[in-house]
Structure formats: structure tokens, C-alpha cells
């Protein structure tokens, strides 16, 4: 198998959900939001990118995986 030209190829179609929720109040007489995410809430593994071995062509592409869901939360402030 030949490599390719460069920027060639492109991956195959993909879709995750991800959500949000944030919340406004006060901390210390200054605005701040408390925030809540949740990236890929399926947990769907779609191709993040594919990785070449340049120096033998022979060896199949290794195709790396996005991460599962994953949950963050936060505080935003000014001041």
C-alpha cells in the first residue's frame, strides 16, 4: 500500500452529544458562575486521527479513539 498525499484523506463522519449547564451568583460583592459539563454523553469512541508509520508503509494505520465521557465542573469569576 502507498502512502497518500499529504491532507488527503479524510476521517469517517462522527457525532457525540455533549451538554452544559451554568448558574449565575455573587461571590464576594463580584459576579461568578458555578458551571456543570459533560463531553461525548454517549460515550461514543469515534476516530479522534490516524496514526502513520512513515518509515515502513507496510504496517496497517493505527486509528486513535476519542475518550469516553467525561464530566467537569467549575467556577467562573471576575474580579
Given amino acids: 500500500m502507498l502512502a497518500a498525499e499529504r491532507n488527503s484523506s479524510r476521517l469517517l463522519p462522527y457525532h457525540r452529544l455533549d451538554l452544559s449547564a451554568a448558574r449565575q ?3 464576594f460583592g463580584n459576579p461568578a458562575e ?3 459539563q459533560i463531553f461525548n454523553v454517549y ?3 469515534n476516530d479522534w486521527f490516524v496514526q502513520y508509520d512513515v518509515e515502513d508503509f ?10 469516553p465521557i467525561i464530566p467537569s465542573v467549575g467556577i467562573n ?3
Fill in 77 to 79: 469569576f471576575e474580579f
Fill in 43 to 45: 460515550s461514543r469512541r
Fill in 58 to 67: 507496510a504496517v496497517d494505520p493505527q486509528v486513535v479513539r476519542q475518550l
Fill in 34 to 36: 458555578f458551571y456543570i
Fill in 25 to 27: 451568583f455573587g461571590l
